[in-house]
């Protein structure tokens, strides 16, 4: 549905993105994180067409919207953050402007208002001016002016920004809503929603693309770590002599010693595989009792941080260096492409010329064939 091909933005001699590729797929609902300045905004921008790459493709649809930018925008729906709207509006006049500016035929915008707005839950506030509605009312209202029309893909900055815990709420199970029948992109810091909601996550930093996954596997890698949290009653005092008997434990750490002498202890591993199998076995030998044994789950917020924390912050110098060498990366892959061209012409020319030949032979012997059969005619009609 969305293709991102060797996209580059650049402003004078500053790259907003550099070089990034992904591609989403009908359905799919996913979330694109990154930091402030990281290139998020550009690349939706560029996606929806405000703005144009300097270099590389993208396809929404099937269609590139550098040649059919029409056909590429009637397929999407916007929702720009900070919800702009106008605020002299009723929620109606506001979900109808945006469905004429969308070019909705007038027979059928009625019908696609109406739609919208209950899609969003704003039907009692629909006669409101958009300027009197709370916060979450109002990322509703961008909402149905992204969804009027029902385009085939929505594409949604920050939409839970500033709300209280019960509107992110209710705008979450909205986007899931959406998910049902449209392709949903979704900028957002806050990456617990990013987690509950989405089902595969695209991470931009300073401009490129550093990595496409589902929320889970990128958790599953945010440590080489496992750490497990147990509580013991432990009345022999032995539980700290795991560390010698478990090789997999690296650390055991007591906590604190609770009212009743039970003891917590942190349990770190260096193994990915789970051992609090073997853990309760050796506990159950020593006669403690387990009272409680949990493992801290890493967190889509442990595994973006681990991908941004430690890249290389490039100088404008070795930004144009890296371009630089591109660019003569592919003069030369042009170069390569031109020299098997021509190769394959000039073989070409050489097999033309050789079946050229040999149909002329095939020509002198035919005729020499029928210069010699009516030859044997004569002979035969003399002797006769």
């Known amino acids: 549905m969305i293709q991102v091909k060797n996209v580059t933005k650049k402003y004078g001699d500053f790259y907003a993105v550099r070089n990034i590729n992904f591609e989403i797929k009908d359905g799919e609902i996913v979330g694109f994180l990154g930091r402030n300045g990281a290139g998020k905004s550009t690349t939706m921008n560029m996606i929806t067409g405000f703005i144009e790459p300097t270099e590389g493709e993208i396809i929404v649809g099937g269609y590139n919207i550098d040649a059919n930018p029409k056909k590429v925008k009637r397929q999407i729906g916007y929702m720009p953050e900070g919800t702009p709207l106008y605020a002299d509006l009723t929620v109606k006049e506001f979900v109808s402007y945006m469905a004429e500016l969308k070019l909705i035929p007038r027979k059928e915008r009625k019908e696609a208002v109406k739609k919208a707005i209950e899609s969003t839950g704003l039907e009692k506030v629909q006669n409101n001016l958009t300027k009197s509605l709370s916060r979450g009312y109002k990322q509703r209202v961008s909402m149905a002016g992204a969804i009027v029309g029902n385009p085939q893909i929505l594409i949604l900055d920050e939409p839970t920004v500033g709300l ?106 260096n193994v990915k595989t789970d051992i609090r199998k073997i853990i309760s076995k050796t506990c159950a030998e020593k006669d403690i009792t387990i009272l409680e044994m949990r493992k801290e789950e ?73 210069q010699k059969e009516q030859e044997n005619k004569k002979e035969k009609g003399g002797e006769a």
């Open 164 to 269: 209280d815990p019960k509107q992110v709420i209710e705008i979450r199970e909205l986007i899931k809503s959406f998910g049902k029948n449209h392709t949903v992109l979704i900028s957002s810091h806050i990456l617990s929603e990013i987690n509950q909601i989405c089902e595969k996550v695209i991470v931009i930093d300073k401009g490129e693309i550093v990595a496409v996954d589902t929320p889970e596997h990128l958790e599953a890698g945010a440590t080489e770590t496992t750490i497990l949290h147990i509580t013991v009653d432990d009345i022999n005092n032995v539980f700290e002599t795991l560390k010698d008997e478990i090789t997999e434990i690296t650390e055991l750490t007591l906590q604190k010693t609770n009212e009743d002498n039970s003891k917590e202890y942190e349990i770190k591993t």
């Open 298 to 370: 890493a967190s889509l917020e442990d595994a973006f941080i681990k991908l941004v924390e430690d890249r290389p912050e490039y100088s404008q110098k070795e930004v144009k260096k890296m371009q630089y060498e591109k660019e003569i990366e592919e003069i030369r892959e042009e170069e390569r492409i031109r020299k098997e061209e021509k190769a394959n012409r000039k073989q070409a020319k050489k097999e033309e010329k050789a079946r050229k030949e040999a149909n002329k032979e095939m020509k002198k012997e035919a005729k020499q064939a029928k």
